[in-house]
T-cell receptor, first 113, second 112 residues
């Protein structure tokens, strides 16, 4: 799987959009970009994933650059409950039973009042 | 919404004792995982399990560890003789044939 780079920490005001970047310059054409988050002392939680088109769900939006070398997770109206560590993970389209998601340090997002 | 459930949520055990952590993965899922997270550290992969056998394991998963799926619903992690450094949050996870992995809330193990 391709390596990802994320800033160690960010902060955001409550109610504003939080934009979390991820660099994955070595991504290959059959790899998806996945985002998870971990709220303090809880299990990682799936947020969203995409291949090359922008994606949106009830939690967030994912913007992937045209060259696919970077992406941005957008929380459109951050709340205090969005304070968490956010992980960007790249994975193969299909890796069968041998797929092992690998978590780096992620970005610690603090949403303040 | 279906979820991965883990028990116990917190366990304190004496060094050298055996511990079994239990997980009920989401019912139609095929792939099962255990991860751990030492306080303040990254989430680390331990083992993956598919078709009733281990498919991958990390260096952490040594002979002290074992996994089992004794029936159609439970997935267990056993630590045979716990050490102080086994103190961590242990996460179970599962996925179907698709892409998304779902994690449980974790079992916090404290070895004293």
């Amino acid at each position: 799987d391709a390596k990802t780079t994320q800033p160690p920490s960010m902060d955001c005001a409550e109610g504003r959009a939080a934009n979390l970047p991820c660099n994955h310059s070595t991504i290959s054409g059959n790899e998806y970009v996945y985002w998870y988050r971990q709220i303090h002392s809880q299990g990682p939680q799936y947020i969203i994933h995409g291949l090359k088109n922008n994606e949106t769900n009830e939690m967030a939006s994912l913007i992937i650059t045209e060259d696919r070398k970077s992406s941005t997770l957008i929380l459109p109206h951050a709340t205090l409950r969005d304070t968490a560590v956010y992980y960007c993970i790249v994975r193969l389209l299909w890796a069968g039973g041998s797929y092992i998601p690998t978590f780096g340090r992620g970005t610690s997002l603090i949403v303040h009042p | 919404e279906p979820e991965v459930t883990q028990t116990p949520s917190h366990q304190v055990t004496q060094m050298g004792q055996e511990v079994i952590l239990r997980c009920v993965p989401i019912s139609n899922h095929l792939y099962f995982y255990w991860y751990r997270q030492i306080l303040g550290q990254k989430v680390e992969f331990l083992v993956s399990f598919y078709n009733n056998e281990i498919s991958e394991k990390s260096e952490i998963f040594d002979d002290q560890f074992s996994v089992e799926r004794p029936d159609g619903s439970n997935f267990t992690l056993k630590i045979r003789s716990t050490k102080l450094e086994d103190s961590a949050m242990y996460f179970c996870a599962s996925r179907s044939d698709g892409n998304t992995i779902y994690f449980g809330e974790g079992s916090w193990l404290t070895v004293v």
